[in-house]
């Protein structure tokens, strides 16, 4: 059995009741994004809340994590308590399409390592699908979530399969996205 925990210099993220333990794509985000001039930043599918606290070690930004599985979301709220940057990250439990209806902010940074899987098989957990599937955060939701939340000189900062990330990049362009170098998009 594996355990139920991953170890970080500064912090231990717990990861036993989430469908998605903590993995190389998670870490990687949260270590290869820029976070420059970032004071505000939105982790979309925040899982156990790695990301949020990788990047909150990384910047002095205020971070808002939304994670759509209930059972995730109370073991992200429990990591980040545990954290050194527990008053700077705040989970919100739910769809992000939700919070976006309600929310009033305007990101620098929002990041997201989303599902990508396309009319695959389900796994018999359904957390699991949820996260892993994109059923419930498609690409075009994804987007317009974006489009809607990052202020004037915002980025977006995702990870993907190369096959999703170019159908990805093509639908970002038509956003006004653009791929690294060009400004708004950082794909990793």
């Known amino acids: 059995m594996s355990n139920p925990y991953f170890r ?13 333990k903590v993995g190389t794509d998670g870490t990687l985000l949260g270590a290869w994004t820029d976070i420059t001039d970032v004071q505000s930043i939105l982790d979309i599918g925040t899982g156990t809340g790695l990301v949020a606290l990788m990047l909150a070690q990384r910047s002095q930004a205020h971070i808002d994590a939304v994670e759509i599985d209930p059972e995730a979301g109370i073991q992200a709220r429990e990591n980040v308590a545990k954290s050194p940057w527990r008053d700077r990250i705040q989970v919100y439990q739910g769809s992000v399409q939700e919070y976006a209806t309600t929310c009033s902010k305007r990101y620098d940074l929002i990041v997201s390592n989303p599902p990508f899987f396309d009319n695959a098989s389900k796994a018999s957990h359904k957390a699991r699908t949820v996260a892993r599937h994109s059923d419930s955060l498609r690409q075009l939701d994804l987007l317009q979530v974006a489009e809607q939340l990052l202020g004037e000189n915002g980025r977006l900062a995702v990870i993907y399969p190369t096959e999703s990330a170019q159908i990805f990049q093509e639908k970002a362009q038509a956003f006004g996205f653009f791929a690294p170098g060009n400004s708004r998009l950082n794909q990793l």
């Open 8 to 20: 970080f210099k500064q912090f231990t993220v717990f990861h036993d009741r989430c469908a998605m």
